[in-house]
């Protein structure tokens, strides 16, 4: 009998210990903490398979933010970003999503600042002279204006999350050079528009290191993609308009997910 007890209790405390392995392998820890601020290039804007609630902020299922959450598993996700913001909507809506317990944020934010759908729909329907003048307006907000906007929003964020990992998230080249064979624009407004966009990258950049942020630069993802490419990861003049000009899902998920996931 006693024999018999000091087997039941040693197999009962094998077992015990085998079950205890086999829950530790298979057990995962949750992801940080994770918080997507800014505008419709990280809201999904373009990507479809949008969620009903956003409305017109039109956050997308397929948007960086969400595939990034669907695979990390965070312990909390807030999705803040929205169509059209500029950094003053960042700061002033945005950013309560923030905690001390945050532990990531992404965002992309100051090409509505500058006016870019503005810009790139002036260089589409208008004459080159037009465009160019427009893009030269946008290019001295950017210099001289767009910095301290950023050095806000920045701080703003800092304050807001003093622990978290920051990656900000630039903007891609909207046209492949050389284009010959590109229809619509000239390839004089085209070279304009992607001499723009490289100037806005640069400050957004100059600024994020500045915050000690990190910086993912999707014009290297997106290179190869871009309009007129003939394997485009952005939208040209489509319907709905306000998808114009934005990354489609697969702009998100080869273009923007892995900017993000090699700067979290």
């Known amino acids: 009998m006693r024999r018999t007890r000091a087997l039941t209790t040693l197999a009962t405390?094998?077992?015990?210990?085998?079950?205890a392995l086999v829950g530790g392998g298979t057990a995962q820890a949750a992801g940080p903490s994770y918080v997507a601020l800014g505008d419709s290039y990280s809201s999904g804007n373009g990507a479809?398979?949008?969620?009903?609630?956003?409305?017109?902020?039109?956050?997308s299922n397929s948007a960086y933010p969400a595939l990034w959450a669907a695979a990390n598993a965070p312990s909390s996700f807030s999705f803040a970003a929205c169509s059209g913001a500029v950094t003053s909507d960042v700061t002033?809506?945005?950013?309560?999503?923030l905690n001390a317990d945050t532990?990531?944020?992404?965002?992309?934010?100051?090409?509505?600042?500058?006016?870019?759908?503005?810009?790139?729909?002036t260089c589409v329907i208008s004459s080159v002279d037009t465009c160019l003048g427009d893009i030269a307006t946008?290019?001295?907000?950017?210099?001289?204006?767009?910095?301290?906007r950023l050095d806000a929003t920045y701080d703003a964020i800092r304050a807001g999350a003093p622990d978290a990992r920051v990656v900000v998230l630039g903007y891609p080249r909207m046209y492949i050079e050389p284009s010959p064979g590109c229809a619509g624009i000239g390839e004089t407004k085209r070279e304009a528009i992607n001499d723009a966009?490289?100037?806005?990258?640069?400050?957004?950049?100059?600024?994020?290191a500045a915050h000690g942020f990190a910086f993912g630069d999707v014009r290297n993802t997106f290179d190869g993609h871009e309009l007129c490419s003939g394997d485009d990861w952005l939208h040209d003049l489509a319907l709905p308009v306000w998808e114009?000009?934005?990354?489609?899902?697969?702009g998100h998920s080869s273009g923007y997910l892995p900017a993000l996931n090699a700067n979290d």
């Open 48 to 59: 479809g398979d949008y969620i009903d609630s956003s409305g017109d902020c039109h956050r």
């Open 103 to 121: 532990q990531l944020v992404s965002i992309s934010i100051g090409g509505n600042d500058a006016g870019f759908a503005d810009v790139m729909t």
């Open 13 to 19: 405390a094998v077992s015990g210990l085998l079950l």
């Open 244 to 250: 114009s000009y934005h990354p489609t899902a697969v």
């Open 138 to 148: 946008a290019e001295s907000f950017i210099s001289g204006t767009l910095p301290g």
């Open 197 to 208: 966009s490289d100037l806005l990258n640069t400050v957004i950049a100059e600024r994020a």
């Open 92 to 97: 002033g809506s945005q950013i309560s999503a």
